[in-house]
């Protein structure tokens, strides 16, 4: 047995230890453990795990590690690695490709450019200005349309626009008897005047929000849509507003 085998093996049987308790103890496998007394490095799947676990095998075992590293048949631990064959890159005669499409993409651009000048610089020369208005003179003696008359703006009597301070939330659809409108984002006052008319109990809960305007509902159980049991009330979550 080599030398760097010998150690760890001789160190575990002085501590009356046996390699099903070195596994157990250090959580590596045992054929790892055997392997590393018996300094079989092909039984590692990598040079890594072979340094790795003789690190953590020496100091379990109370050995100094960077000794037995050092020890450590570098030369065995590295796989052989045949060298691949060498492969000889065709010349290519001729005019590459990229040049081709090159002159092609520059041709293109060319000829494109030509149709712009020629579409630009057509007619009398006068182009339009962009931006300003293509009115044409008057005739002399012709009569000039008169302007069109203006619309006077409609305003909403006071009545009909929502009063100063209360939110406008958006209207509530009719539901069946029985049946849970949705409320979201309506008022308060709508939602409790439609829960009164449909003879349903309600639970109204002010949370702040800086999102949904206060005074508004935001949140709702049931669901819109529900059915509404006898002994079932309705919650309401209304905005408090953002402070």
């Known amino acids: 047995m080599a ?4 150690v760890l093996l001789q160190a575990r049987v ?25 300094e079989d ?18 100091q379990y075992l109370g050995l100094d590690a960077a000794q037995l590293l050092a020890a450590l048949p570098h030369a065995r631990l590295e796989p052989e690695v045949t060298p691949l064959p060498e492969i000889s ?15 092609i993409v520059v041709l293109f651009l060319l000829a494109a450019g030509i149709l712009l000048s020629l579409s630009g610089s057509g007619g009398d020369g006068g182009g339009l200005i962009p931006g300003q208005p293509t009115t044409a003179p008057a005739a002399e003696g012709a009569i000039e349309a008169p302007p069109p008359p203006v619309q006077p703006t409609v305003e909403l009597p006071p009545e009909e626009a929502p009063p100063p301070g209360e939110p406008s939330g958006r209207p509530i659809e009719p539901t069946a008897p029985g049946v849970v409108p949705d409320f979201e984002r309506a008022a308060l006052d709508a939602a409790l005047a439609v829960l009164g008319d449909k003879g349903m109990k309600f639970v109204v ?17 049931p669901s819109p849509g529900s059915q509404l049991e006898d002994d079932e009330s309705v919650t309401l979550v209304v905005s408090r507003g953002g402070r």
């Open 3 to 6: 030398e760097l085998g010998r």
């Open 89 to 103: 890159r065709p010349t290519t005669s001729g005019l590459s490709i990229n040049w081709v499409v090159a002159g």
């Open 41 to 58: 490095f092909s039984a590692f799947p990598a040079p890594f795990y072979a340094r790795a676990f003789l690190r953590t095998y020496a």
């Open 14 to 38: 002085a501590r009356g230890l046996t390699i099903e308790d070195a596994e157990r103890d250090t959580r590596i496998s045992k054929r790892y453990l055997e392997a590393l007394e018996r």
């Open 205 to 221: 809960i002010e949370v702040e929000n800086r999102d949904v305007p206060e005074g508004l509902v935001f949140d709702q159980s």
